[in-house]
């Protein structure tokens, strides 16, 4: 009903086609043309303003640039910036939960055999020398 007053359709209320969620779902391109054209005449802003004094549940459906810029997500680290060595200064998602007593650190990606060396001795307890003899054969990357 408040949806209907509110983009000007009141003998919607009353119409048939949708007075349950099955009659409305079999209508839905009649809707979605009303609402389109709608929605096309305004800012996501502005709408979503006026859809709310009407005590109408919404909110703004950003794509990926337009999230990148909203501001909560940088102040909550939601989205950080990063260095990488190779593209210079990138976004990827940060902190999506916090903990009260553990801190979650955020980087770039490693670079392919950034950690080869560790890998190998320390978690396949692989020696020196066959760390060395698999590096003369070009068998691992190194960054």
Known sequence: KRLCEAIEKPEWITDERFASRASRAENGEAINTV?????????MKDAVEYLSGFSIACAPVN??????????????????????PIAGKIHVAGKMIKFSRTEMVV????TVGQHTEEILRDIAEYTEDEIKELDDNNVVARS
């Open 35 to 43: 609402l389109s054209a709608w929605f096309s005449k305004r800012k």
């Open 63 to 84: 794509n990926v640039e337009q999230a990148a810029q909203e501001s909560h997500l940088h102040e909550r680290e939601i989205l950080m910036e990063v260095p990488d």
């Open 107 to 110: 980087g770039s990606t490693p």
